[in-house]
């Protein structure tokens, strides 16, 4: 198991960034796939963006070109830059981490995740 811990989180205003990042402990997160996760108040978890190691990363289309997946193996810890954000973003970030194999079916579903951070309050104003 990987314990997941976010921070970085925030109340910011419409168009600010924020990084969260995600430090991770008790395994190497270089055979992990990570992932960001959201979940605004009645509303489902929804994918916000994936790392595979050394391979591509995904991003919902809501976020692509202003959102930034990217991670440190050294520090064991995943970022997740946030720029130009939107009132739409507010949210509960939640950091995710899944032990390779993955498909690309696989990487955006929030079941396929099996370790969770408890998660960070995004909350952006306009």
């Known amino acids: 198991q990987v314990l997941l811990v976010e921070s970085g989180g925030g109340l910011v205003q419409a168009g600010d960034s924020l990084r969260l990042s995600c430090a991770a402990s008790?395994?190497?997160?270089?055979?992990?796939?990570m992932g960001w996760f959201r979940q605004a108040p009645g509303k489902e978890r929804e994918f916000v963006a994936a790392?595979?190691?050394?391979?591509?990363?995904y991003y919902t289309d809501s976020v692509k070109g202003r959102f930034t997946i990217s991670r440190d193996n050294t520090k064991n810890t995943v970022y997740l830059q946030m720029n130009t954000l939107k009132p739409e973003d507010t949210a509960v970030y939640y950091c995710?981490?899944?032990?390779?194999?993955?498909?690309?079916?696989?990487?955006?579903?929030?079941?396929?995740?099996?370790?969770w951070g408890q998660g960070t309050q995004v909350t952006v104003s306009s």
């Open positions: 995710a981490a899944k032990f390779l194999p993955i498909t690309d079916f696989q990487v955006m579903g929030a079941g396929s995740y099996d370790n």
């Open positions: 008790r395994r190497a997160i270089y055979s992990y796939v």
């Open positions: 790392s595979i190691p050394g391979s591509s990363t």
